[in-house]
């Protein structure tokens, strides 16, 4: 139980095209989804808290008109990066609380690979 | 403010070894902590929380709230255990995970 799934795991654009990424909860609903880019070798840096029904929650520093996030059902979170660039190249993953669950824990997707030419 | 160490980025250690991975954390009131592991090319997936006081794989944690640590414990590691591992930090009634920023065990045959 508890699997997130992402689509697509991989994706290449051109520098200026937008990119949507889906994170979707298979067997258990969440009201709560994140998104996190993660570096090569290096820790995972939440970019924003995803509420269904409700706007995301971003954190200090991401840019909310470049990450598009909508929560529109509860096992369905998208991040869209618009216009996209270069440095927008990124492992983008998302994550997913168990709404029926008592713990805070996050059960997480395979991830993204972006790459943006 | 929450915050996460994990003071060593790798550690090495030989198969029948015993393993200590660190974790520090700081919190003002009564966090919930867990270790998430992601094994190569695999997606990050959760060990323990520490509410369960559980054991999975051979690992142990225990809270130490003088000490603030959550480290991480095998008495005798195994290669399959070479991984990254992460200690995360959630606040009383908070959504977020606060990661650290991970160690790297490997273990040698």
């Known amino acids: 139980g508890a699997v997130v799934s992402q689509h697509p795991s991989w994706v290449i654009c051109k520098s200026g095209t937008s990119v949507k990424i889906e994170c979707r909860s298979l067997?258990?609903?969440?009201?709560?989804m994140f998104w996190y880019r993660q570096f090569p070798k290096q820790s995972l840096m939440l970019m924003a808290t995803?509420?269904?029904?409700?706007?995301?929650?971003?954190e200090q520093g991401v840019e909310k008109d470049k990450f598009l996030i909508n929560h529109a059902s509860l096992t369905l979170s998208t991040l869209t990066v618009t216009s996209a660039h270069p440095e927008d190249s990124s492992f983008y993953i998302c994550?997913?609380?168990?709404?029926?669950?008592?713990?805070?824990?996050?059960?997480f997707g395979p991830g993204t690979r972006l790459t943006v030419l | 403010a929450q915050r996460v160490t994990q003071p060593e980025k790798l550690l090495s250690v030989f198969k029948g070894a015993p393993v200590e991975l660190k974790c520090n954390y700081s919190?003002?009131?009564?966090?919930?902590l867990f270790w998430y592991v992601q094994y190569s090319r695999q997606r990050l997936q959760l060990l323990l929380r520490?509410?369960s006081r559980e054991s999975i794989k051979g690992f142990t944690a225990d809270l130490n709230k003088g000490e603030t640590s959550f480290h991480l414990k095998k008495p005798f590691a195994q290669e399959e255990d070479s991984a990254m591992y992460y200690c995360?930090?959630?606040?009383?009634?908070?959504?977020?995970?606060?990661f650290g920023a991970g160690t790297i065990l490997r273990v040698k045959s």
């Open positions: 995803s509420n269904e029904g409700s706007k995301a929650t971003y």
């Open positions: 919190y003002s009131g009564s966090p919930e």
């Open positions: 994550s997913a609380r168990d709404l029926a669950s008592s713990y805070n824990e996050q059960f």
């Open positions: 995360a930090l959630s606040g009383q009634g908070g959504n977020k995970l606060v």
């Open positions: 067997d258990f609903q969440a009201t709560t």
């Open positions: 520490h509410i």
